[in-house]
């Protein structure tokens, strides 16, 4: 399709193990963000990639959070040893330029933690 | 930490009537974004306001910024079923920046 794919669409797991989160960019877009939003919550911002520069990660909750974007494209939002608090829809969005405000989001990640 | 305030939270009301959602806050944004979202679904832009006064009309909505570029309302006119959804405003601090988000206002419109 033509707008940010993110998958799984829904993942459950045990307190303590490791997730992956994916995240497929419209092609072409320089930017890409991520965001996570809780249950009655708005969405809080987790990081920033801006292109070829150094990404922001100043939103990631704890050293627990990690994200990488490969070749410019695709990226992986990774959380070790989840525990409930992480559990809430993670969303990824992308914009053509990097001096774009997020434009397009995807559908989300609901990750529920047991 | 720059706070976004919307009101109100939750908004329930007939086809045909006018309704408007706040967005205030303390501190200055450089933008202000306005998104709609549904159940299951990522936000979807609706506009971008820049200018301190700005106002951006889509159809039935008309967005403002305020002057001092601290607050911003969406104006509905004419409510629609197809217009139910949850509101979210968003400040820019910098271009290419994070966005500071509202916890938004769930609107809810019976026919």
């Known amino acids: 399709g033509a707008g940010v794919s993110q998958s799984p669409s829904n993942k459950v797991t045990e307190k303590g193990k490791d997730v992956e989160l994916r995240c497929d960019p419209i092609s072409g877009h320089t930017a890409l963000y991520w965001y996570r939003q809780s249950l009655g919550q708005g969405l809080e911002f987790l990081i920033y990639f801006q292109g070829n520069s150094a990404p922001d990660k100043s939103g990631l909750p704890s050293d627990r959070f990690s994200a990488e974007r490969t070749g410019g494209s695709v990226s992986t939002l990774t959380i070790q040893r989840t525990q409930q608090e992480d559990s809430a829809v993670y969303l990824c969005?992308?914009?053509?330029?990097?001096?774009?405000?997020?434009?397009?989001f995807g559908d989300g990640t609901r990750l529920s933690i047991l | 930490t720059q706070l976004l305030e919307q009101s109100p939270q939750f908004l329930s009301i007939q086809e045909g009537e006018n309704l408007t959602v706040y967005c205030n806050s303390s501190?200055?944004?450089?933008?202000l974004q306005w998104y709609r979202q549904e159940p299951g679904e990522g936000p979807v832009l609706l506009v971008t306001v820049v200018t301190g006064g700005e106002v951006k009309k889509l159809k039935r909505l008309t967005f403002q910024f305020g002057d001092a570029r601290k607050d911003s309302s969406l104006h509905i006119t004419a409510a629609q079923p197809g217009d139910t959804g949850l509101y979210l405003c968003?400040?820019?601090?910098?271009?290419?920046?994070?966005?500071?988000f509202g916890e938004g206002t769930q609107l809810t419109v019976n026919p």
């Open positions: 969005a992308s914009s053509l330029r990097t001096g774009d405000q997020p434009q397009h």
């Open positions: 968003a400040g820019g601090e910098t271009s290419g920046s994070r966005l500071t």
């Open positions: 501190s200055v944004f450089s933008s």
